[in-house]
Nanobody, 114 residues
Framework: EVQLVESGGGLVQPGGSLRLSCAAS????????MRWYRQAPGKERELVAS????????NYADFVKGRFTISRDNAKNTVYLQMSSLKPEDTAVYYC???????WGQGTQVTVSS
């Protein structure tokens, strides 16, 4: 089955860290650039970070630069989002996306609150 499955979300205090994972199956993961998006309640989905298929070239939204790191392990068919210095405004459902396949995961909730 062609799918993306996110994990690693949860409740964290401001200033804390989380690592999200997105496991791919059913397609040649290493051939596709990957993205993380997020959607907060009442807001549009926004791009957070992206990574190339090979070489790992990365790009970040200004609001996460210096705090989030996207990476991938093609041997494990997994893309990661390491999030640190989390803020309440980072609260959202986080989705991974396979560019070129137009494939979304189901999302994982991240809540930043004291």
């Amino acid at each position: 089955e062609v799918q993306l499955v996110e994990s690693g979300g949860g409740l964290v205090q401001p200033g804390g860290s989380l690592r999200l994972s997105c496991a791919a199956s059913g397609f040649t993961f290493s051939s596709y650039a990957m993205r993380w998006y997020r959607q907060a309640p009442g807001k549009e989905r926004e791009l957070v970070a992206s990574i190339g298929s090979v070489g790992g070239r990365t790009n970040y939204a200004d609001f996460v630069k210096g705090r989030f790191t996207i990476s991938r392990d093609n041997a494990k068919n997994t893309v990661y989002l390491q999030m640190s210095s989390l803020k309440p405004e980072d609260t959202a459902v986080y989705y991974c996306y396979a560019l070129g396949r137009r494939l979304w995961g189901q999302g994982t909730q991240v809540t930043v609150s004291s």
